[in-house]
């Protein structure tokens, strides 16, 4: 077989290669015993092929195995090394896992882990175990795990269909994808459902609800299809990047790989249909290319083969458009990368001019080159009515007839200014000009230009400058072969120089058009919130595609919100709000210059991401994207659609977080509420209850009596901690300020604590001078009374508690210091927070108090802080800016 290149490696290719490679060398090998379903014997096989590698000396151990108590894989197991299970508490139940940091440590050359989708306990290193698996495997050591066909990513909700039971436990695609090596453990329906019938999946009773849910023939039929054909795909990828990783150029013939060449005529449609329909009849895979060349296509050519890159795509076959000057250098190129067994092209039926300048035929060279590779070549079944003209044309030019009038012009324009020149200056000088002249406007000009130019100034040289003048005869031998070099090199050299050109600007477009994407790229990383995305992609669609849009978004229910995002001066009809609810639920682009609801000025496209459809992007613009522009804006608005989806994924992930955070909140305070709540009531039921039934000394009775009282105070307290924590959270707090005298609310305080401050020394430092201050006396109180009440909990007996009340440059301070143990410095920041108690606080109380100091303090535009003082102790800290009063000597106040 001849080859178009040499096959020397890419530099880049083979650096990526050996750094891959070397990446690789250092961790451990991944092995996934795979069924599809349980019960066909993937752990016992794990065990088989782990005793098998341990005869031949490997270092095994059992990092997680479940036998299910299954006597055979419990027999298997015992001769290995068992790594002890990790136990944890939650919710009170004790909860095994396996020990990955001991596995880490003995550092085995196998470790067996079995089910690898498995769901972590709350308060693991890691959430699922193939998380742990992957931490193993950067560690050097090789797994064996095991995997059941619904636990992949892409596959679940395709087994909730078939089984009507939803998988709650899934892996993504790529660790399965990404394993080293796959074994099928396989089993026929019928000797699954034997082995269940004899008790060996699971116990007789679950057998029988498994039989009648789970476990039904055609269920399990349905998923042994679909692990099969998952290995199947598997393995067929490994070959593809086993050929591109040793460079090995195809085909391999161990499946059929269609590939049918398009291009813009209209007997590709024709072909694209045959190719699917044999594609289906040979079980084969196929896609299409088109290669851009050189070429410029008139709009009809555009506009036939949109049509049938459009055709391609409703037959589901993947379309790509690669560039290359020689159409069949690329084709035979990607066929080989690819792995294509068979091509398919159309036969020729145009010929003209150029074409027959091509060094053989596009057919013949097509077979010549392909090697092992088969041709399909097809024809058509009638001939056209026009038979002549399909086969014989004259080339299509694309420039305008401008172009050709410039460039005669300067040509003649030229030619005039060397003939006044002629007697001071050779002809063969003009010769050199006029061929100058032609490499110039090659640059700026196609094709048919060129030729024009190269054309005129043979004929003007030859008409007016060689001798002898103003006639077509040339005398001289070398005169005549001059002329046919100088439009030879002329025509060659203006042609290859406009190809050149093209090329470059093709280049070029391609290369601004991967720099956007680039940069599209770098900046949707970086932004944070739908907002941001949104103003992002306006700012980049009208920046390359000078385009105005809209965007619309689904809303929390995953329902099409007809409210658009950005700004933008677009207004939508009730019937184009209805095309984009369509688009939505179909994503499926409908509107103008599509077939779906194309009465509409507008184009809407969906915004599907890799899960859901994220939105709707709606544009107007006058022209249909080309090919490459059609690519380019999908590529656009895939990276768009896929920033959606992060942030979309990201609030939900959010959400789930906040309603997990309020579900342990819930809980907490329930449980503390009901603690609290039990016992002052447990307290006075039972008081009643020894009071009503029996009859005791006045002693008795009133200790029994001071017990109620005690508890319904208590009671009481929680109560008011509960209703001034709900006017909080609701902000329905209003102040009621009014000028009072702190030495009112220090005696308030050592009346209402009376009983709680019996067993300390409570001293209260108020200065004479004290002014009156304007403030919300009942609110300040229960701050203090919940300072105060917290000192008395957490201070020794016998203790002095301190109440200290001064103002200093407009602001009253309030502190409120004790003798006990302090904070520890971690909990300073948080002991404001609700329902926060600290590590070694005592048992009782809902954690609410302090919260609601602040509350009330900050209702003040104050605040409040706590610390620890120097020799032991609390002290808390109340700033509040008040205004001030005093009383004149009539008794009334002054400001």
């Not at 090596?181 to 057998?207: C, F, N």
């Not at 072909?271 to 594609?279: D, E, G, I, Q």
């Not at 680039?518 to 920046?543: D, F, M, P």
């Not at 007809?562 to 369509?582: P, Q, R």
Request: neutral net charge; charged residues 25%; hydrophobic residues 40%.
């Amino acid at each position: 077989m001849n080859s178009f290149t040499d096959n020397r490696p890419d530099p880049d290719e083979l650096l990526a290669s050996l750094i891959n490679e070397e990446e690789k060398s250092k961790r451990g090998t991944l092995k996934i015993f795979f069924g599809m379903c349980a019960g066909v014997g993937k752990t016992y096989t794990m065990l088989e092929a782990a005793h098998a590698e341990k005869i031949k000396g490997s270092d095994i151990i059992i990092g997680y195995i479940e036998t299910h108590n299954r006597k055979e894989t419990a027999d298997l197991a015992n001769g290995f090394e068992l790594i002890p299970r990790k136990i944890s508490e939650y919710k009170s139940t004790s909860v095994q896992e396996m020990d990955l940091d001991a596995i880490i440590a003995r550092k085995p050359q196998i470790v067996l882990v079995d089910e690898l989708a498995h769901t972590n306990a709350p308060g693991s290193r890691h959430a699922k175990r193939y998380q742990d698996v992957q931490e193993i495997l950067e560690n050097g050591i090789n797994v064996y795990t095991t995997l059941n066909v619904q636990h992949l990513e892409s596959r679940t909700e395709t087994v909730a269909q078939i089984t009507g039971i939803l998988v709650r436990e899934s892996l993504p695609d790529e660790i399965f994808e990404n394993a080293d090596e796959v074994e099928l453990v396989d089993l026929t329906p019928d000797e699954l459902l034997q082995r269940l019938s004899e008790g060996k999946v699971y116990t007789p009773e679950r057998s029988r609800d498994a039989k009648e849910n789970f476990f039904r023939k055609g269920n399990i039929t349905a998923l042994r299809e679909m692990a099969l054909r998952i290995v199947a795909d598997r393995v067929d990828k490994q070959l593809h990047d086993y050929m591109l990783h040793k460079r090995i150029r195809g085909p391999w013939k161990t499946g059929m790989h269609l590939l049918v060449a398009v291009g813009p005529s209209p007997y590709s449609g024709k072909l694209l249909r045959w190719s699917k329909n044999l594609a289906y009849a040979m079980g084969a895979n196929i896609q299409a290319v088109y290669v851009e060349t050189l070429h410029r296509l008139t709009s009809r050519e555009h506009e036939q083969l949109d049509k049938n890159i459009n055709l391609a795509k409703q037959l589901g076959i993947k379309v790509r458009i690669i560039t290359n000057a020689d159409i069949v250098k690329a084709i035979v190129d990607f066929a080989q990368k690819e792995n294509i067994t068979h091509i398919v092209v159309g036969k020729p039926r145009v010929r003209n001019f150029l074409s027959m300048l091509q060094l053989g035929n596009f057919v013949n060279r097509l077979i010549q080159y392909s090697g092992n590779i088969d041709v399909y070549i097809l024809g058509s079944d009638r001939l056209s009515k026009n038979s002549f003209r399909n086969r014989f044309s004259i080339p299509d030019f694309t420039s305008h007839i401008p172009q050709y009038l410039i460039t005669s012009f300067l040509v003649i324009l030229s030619s005039a200014i060397f003939f006044f020149l002629r007697d001071y200056v050779g002809y063969q000088v003009v010769s050199f000009v006029l061929l100058f002249l032609v490499s110039i406007l090659s640059l700026f000009y196609g094709t048919g230009p060129i030729l024009l130019a190269a054309t005129l100034s043979a004929l003007t040289w030859d008409y007016f400058f060689i001798p002898p003048q103003f006639t077509l005869h040339i005398e001289k031998a070398e005169d005549i072969l001059m002329l046919i070099m100088f439009f030879i090199i002329a025509l060659l050299n203006g042609i290859l120089t406009s190809r050149v050109r093209r090329q470059e600007k093709r280049i070029r477009i391609r290369e601004e058009r991967t720099n956007a994407l680039y940069q599209l790229t770098r900046e949707l990383s970086n932004a944070t919130g739908i907002e941001e995305v949104s103003n992002i992609a306006v700012r980049y669609i009208q920046k390359y595609f000078n385009l105005d849009c809209a965007i619309f978004h689904k809303n929390e229910l995953n329902q099409f919100d007809d409210h658009v995002t950005n700004e933008t001066k677009i207004k939508f009809s009730e019937n184009e709000l209805s095309i984009a609810a369509w688009v939505f639920r179909h994503s499926a682009k409908a509107g103008k210059h599509t077939d779906t609801l194309p009465s509409t000025e507008y184009t809407f496209y969906p915004l599907t991401g890799n899960i859901d459809n994220m939105g709707v992007i709606a544009v107007r613009h006058v022209n249909v994207f080309t090919q490459g522009e059609e690519q380019f804006w999908e590529a656009f608005i895939s990276q768009i659609s896929g920033k959606y989806e992060r942030e979309f994924l990201r609030n939900v992930s959010k959400t789930a977080l906040i309603l997990n955070e309020s579900d342990k909140l819930y809980k907490t305070l329930f449980n503390s509420i009901s603690h609290e709540l039990r016992i002052p009531v447990a307290s006075i039921m039972g008081a009643s209850d020894t009071l009503i039934s029996q009859k005791y000394p006045e002693e008795t009775k009133q200790k029994l009596y001071s017990e109620i009282n005690i508890s319904s105070v208590r009671l009481n307290r929680l109560i008011e901690n509960l209703l001034n924590m709900s006017r909080l959270e609701s902000g329905r707090i209003t102040l009621r300020p009014n000028w009072c005298d702190v030495r009112d609310l220090a005696h308030r305080m050592s009346e209402t604590l009376r009983q709680e401050l019996l067993p300390f020394k409570l001293s209260v430092v108020i200065p004479d001078d004290m002014p009156l201050v304007n403030i919300d006396f009942g609110l300040i109180e229960q701050a203090l009374y919940n300072l105060i009440l917290n000192a008395t909990q957490n201070a020794p007996a016998g203790s002095r508690i301190r109440l200290k009340f001064f103002y200093d440059n407009g602001f009253l301070t309030i502190q409120v210091m004790d003798r006990g143990q302090g904070f520890p410095e971690s909990e300073l920041s948080s002991v404001f927070n609700k329902f926060y108690r600290g590590k070694d606080a005592k048992a009782g109380g809902t954690g609410l108090g302090l919260s609601i100091v602040k509350g009330f303090v900050e209702a003040h535009q104050g605040t409040v802080t706590a610390g620890n003082r120097q020799n032991e102790g609390a002290i808390f800290t109340i700033k509040i800016p008040v205004s001030i009063s005093e009383m004149n000597q009539f008794g009334q106040l002054e400001e």
